[in-house]
């Protein structure tokens, strides 16, 4: 039997990362108390591998997850990256989805009922940005705030949603 204890991190890792990276940095800054055990030290997969193999590493990841964390930006809910073409050409494929990556984790993270948070890289929840699985779904709140014609990041709305 499997504890779900760690925090799964979703997110366009090309078009987002600063908003993962800023996670990342707010759970390693000794002064700050926001921790989460990361869900994706337990397996890597790798980028040469096929849409299945990957999709088999992020079911592994999310089966020990109780925390699903989806950062959106502007381009998440258009995602193309994972869909199988191989899957409805008569391929037998370990994977019988054509989902986008971003869709199947969040799919599988409703099906688990996984407690859902959703981060916006902006500093307003723009609900149609994010995909429809979801939509609904948890906590939605922004990460960002803005201020005296600066933009900040914002620890504390973040932090109050994951915890």
């Known amino acids: 039997m499997t504890y779900r204890t760690k925090t799964y991190i979703a997110a366009d890792w090309t078009g987002d990362i600063n908003a993962v990276k800023q996670l990342y940095s707010w759970k390693e800054n000794k002064y700050l108390s926001f921790d989460f055990i990361d869900a994706h030290e337990y397996t890597q997969s790798q980028d040469?591998?096929?849409?299945?193999?990957?999709?088999?590493?992020?079911?592994?990841?999310?089966?020990?997850?109780?925390?699903?964390?989806?950062?959106?930006?502007?381009?998440?809910?258009?995602l193309q990256a994972g869909k199988c073409g191989f899957c409805y050409e008569g391929y037998k494929c370990e994977s019988t989805s054509n989902k986008s990556f971003i869709e199947y984790e969040c799919d599988k993270a409703v099906r688990d009922s996984l407690k859902i948070v959703v981060l916006y890289n902006a500093t307003s929840?723009?609900?149609?940005?994010?995909?429809?699985?979801?939509?609904n779904v948890g906590i939605h709140t922004s990460m960002m705030y803005y201020k005296d014609g600066s933009y900040y990041w914002d620890y504390q709305a973040v932090k109050n949603a994951m915890n």
């Open 125 to 135: 929840v723009d609900r149609d940005k994010c995909p429809d699985v979801v939509k």
């Open 48 to 78: 040469s591998s096929l849409y299945c193999s990957i999709k088999a590493s992020l079911r592994a990841r999310l089966d020990i997850s109780k925390t699903f964390v989806l950062i959106v930006g502007d381009k998440t809910k258009s």
